[in-house]
């Protein structure tokens, strides 16, 4: 029986106003957060993990699953995304790196992060230099990189089908959740804000040590430590959600990880430092670098206990120890005089500071030769383990046992 117009027309404005899935809001919370995660998911495990990085393998069902979903979800070309990421590592924080907020400040990074990816996305040198290995299919030729616009229409269309004229708001989270969370306050903040496990060259930060929220990206010093690793977190207290995923894929058979960080290993002590103990530093080079901040760390306890016992002043100590460990150019200017003035005053910590940076010239030299920078290694060892400062020998003394 067919109805009346009215009829019809109350249907099909019902229809709009709720769309064909009849869900309470907070179900269409669920669902958006939902389809943002797996967006976020698809984005830390192809585009970043196995295509940037080529730290695994996926199976084609898995990788042209998250392909297709990315291209719903984000309308990015692989090979864009691929290009401006590697050369981002190739170019950190200088005037070429393509989002750095060290250059470009971390406000433009931070709220106009998508608008520095389309520009980069328009350097055709960018792309030919940086964009190799990426999927060059008859899909990916004809389709996704040929109307990359067309997947977010359909994934409006699908939004609107589903919930109606609320899909347009569920389609905007969509839209902008990558742009926000990725272009903007990983490339941001990520390089600005937050806690370093290893010194690296770049400024790199780990945001929270909970990699839950954009799939583990937030453990972003530690990816630019080991970027070839498909593993994000380093410590025990760290956690990678995208680590979790690529496990559940490795066990169906989707995924082969081919590269993960090095760990550190300790065997029997050896009389003095060799060739394979330098061998050994400069593999494991970040880890005991960190090892080494720890002892700076327990060095200047010391000194402030010290202090502390003759009525001494601490705000100056206390003011400096954060910059203590770090690379000379990573300290801010206004920190420079003030980390002089402790170090003055400190020659524990001063003799500390300035063989850390002996002991890293040891991998920065290029002109020596193997034999010479052995030698090197183990004069700098006694003269740490004959300086009197029990930081300093404990380290050298441990320094002898790292193994590759």
């Known amino acids: 029986m067919l109805l009346p117009d009215w009829a019809v027309l ?14 309470a809001w907070w ?8 389809t943002t995660h797996v967006t976020i998911a698809a984005v830390t495990i192809f585009l970043h993990r196995a295509q940037a990085h080529r730290a695994l393998d996926l199976h084609a069902i898995a990788a042209h699953g998250l392909r297709f979903w990315l291209w719903l979800g984000t309308g990015m070309v692989t090979r864009e995304w ?12 200088t005037a070429a790196d393509p989002h750095s907020p060290q250059v470009r400040g971390l406000n433009a990074v931070l709220w106009r992060g998508a608008e520095l990816y389309r520009a980069e996305a328009g350097n055709l040198e960018t792309l030919r230099k940086f964009g190799h290995g990426t999927p060059d299919d008859w899909i990916e030729r004809n389709v996704y990189s040929r109307y990359s616009g067309l997947g977010i229409g359909l994934m409006l269309i699908l939004d609107l089908a589903l919930f109606g004229a609320l899909g347009a708001a569920v389609w905007a989270v969509q839209m902008l959740w990558i742009p926000f969370w990725a272009a903007g306050v990983v490339n941001g903040l990520g390089h600005y804000w937050g806690y370093r496990n290893f010194e690296v060259p770049d400024a790199s930060t780990n945001l929270s040590p909970w990699g839950l929220i954009i799939g583990g990206e937030e453990l972003h010093n530690n990816h630019h430590t080991y970027p ?15 680590w979790v995923y690529i496990r559940l894929l490795q066990k169906i058979g989707w995924a082969t990880v081919r590269k993960l960080p090095p760990k550190l290993q300790l065997g029997d002590l050896r009389p003095m430092a060799d060739e394979k103990t330098l061998e050994a530093l400069i593999a494991h080079r970040y880890e005991v670098m960190a090892s080494y901040a720890r002892g700076v760390r327990q060095a200047c306890k010391a000194e402030m206990a010290a202090l502390q016992a003759h009525h001494g002043d601490l705000s100056m100590l206390k003011a400096a120890r954060r910059w203590l460990h770090r690379d000379a150019q990573r300290v801010p200017a206004r920190a420079v005089p003030q980390l002089a003035l402790v170090r003055a005053a400190h020659p524990a910590l001063d003799k500390m500071l300035t063989m850390r940076e002996e002991l890293r010239q040891l991998w920065l030299n290029t002109s020596q030769s193997r034999e010479q920078l052995t030698a090197g290694l183990q004069a700098w060892c006694r003269r ?5 400062i029990a930081a300093l020998r404990d380290f050298s003394i441990g320094l002898r046992a790292v193994r590759v």
């Not at 109350?10 to 869900?23: C, T, V």
């Not at 179900?27 to 939902?34: E, F, R």
Request: with cysteine; hydrophobic share 40%.
């Open 384 to 388: 740490a383990e004959s300086s009197g």
């Open 10 to 23: 109350n249907a099909a404005i019902d229809w709009l106003g709720h769309g064909s899935w009849r869900l």
């Open 82 to 93: 691929v290009a401006i990421h590697r050369k981002h590592h190739a170019k950190c924080e």
């Open 27 to 34: 179900q269409i919370v669920l669902y958006t957060l939902a």
């Open 228 to 242: 070839t690793s498909a593993k994000f977190s380093v410590k025990p207290y760290e956690f990678d959600m995208g």
